[in-house]
């Protein structure tokens, strides 16, 4: 069994300030992560995904997340927040068994100017 | 090309009418996915297939039929909805496994009136 656990439902940043976005999952087997945006109204975008190779992953637009297996987290943070990244969050993790992902409630994200 | 085409963009239906939604990807993905998205809520799973056969039905109701009738193109039919399907359905391919992160397409926004 998988599931993923976002601990914060709504973020609210300065803009050009640090935004962090915290994950804690649980699987029963070596997991795939991955971090997933979806803007007002639109598809998800994979922000990036970690696979069991490198412990710090950087994605696009400037967002990495780091893998530690101690904590079962897998955190998202991005050194400086633009309007532009003001969306809804999710992160997501597959335990390889089967085809099926278990997304996170998901986080909203608001950037104040 | 790296992306998920759906169409229509939005759809209204009526309680009493059929139609269909179609999703269509080049990337040579062999598992092909129909997702439900609720405001404010993260998505979730209905079919998948994989080498155009289905192989997961998360027990939806009868009234939504997928087909995949090659392995670029994966349809929704829907017949008879409810008011409380109207939703974001979302189409998602990925490779025969999911280590490389789906691909999602920017979905059809359906309401049943």
């Known amino acids: 069994a998988q599931s993923v656990t976002q601990l914060d439902s709504h973020v609210s940043v300065s803009e050009g300030t640090p935004v962090l976005l915290r994950c804690n999952y649980s699987?029963?087997?070596?997991?795939?992560l991955f971090w997933y945006v979806q803007h007002p109204n639109k598809g998800l975008q994979l922000l990036l995904k970690?696979?069991?190779?490198?412990?710090l992953v950087k994605g696009i637009n400037g967002f990495e997340a780091e893998f530690k297996k101690s904590e079962t987290s897998f955190h998202l943070t991005k050194p400086s927040a633009h309007m532009s990244d003001a969306a809804e969050y999710f992160c997501?993790?597959?335990?390889?068994?089967?085809?099926?992902?278990?997304f996170g409630a998901g986080t909203t994200v608001t950037v104040r100017a | 090309d790296t992306e998920v085409t759906q169409t229509p963009k939005h759809l209204v239906m009526g309680m009493t009418n059929k139609k269909s939604l179609k999703c269509e990807q080049h990337?040579?993905?062999?598992?092909m996915y129909w997702y439900k998205q609720k405001a404010k809520k993260p998505p979730e799973l209905m079919f998948v297939?994989?080498?155009?056969?289905?192989?997961i039905n998360e027990s939806v109701p009868s009234r939504f039929s997928p087909e995949c009738p090659n392995s670029s193109l994966l349809n929704l039919h829907l017949h008879a909805l409810q008011p409380e399907d109207s939703a974001l359905y979302l189409c998602a391919s990925s490779q025969e496994t999911e280590i490389y992160g789906y691909t999602f397409g920017s979905g059809t926004r359906l309401t049943v009136v």
């Open positions: 699987s029963s087997y070596s997991p795939s």
């Open positions: 297939y994989s080498y155009e056969k289905l192989s």
């Open positions: 970690y696979t069991s190779a490198a412990t």
């Open positions: 997501v993790v597959s335990d390889r068994v089967d085809y099926k992902l278990s």
């Open positions: 990337m040579g993905h062999r598992a």
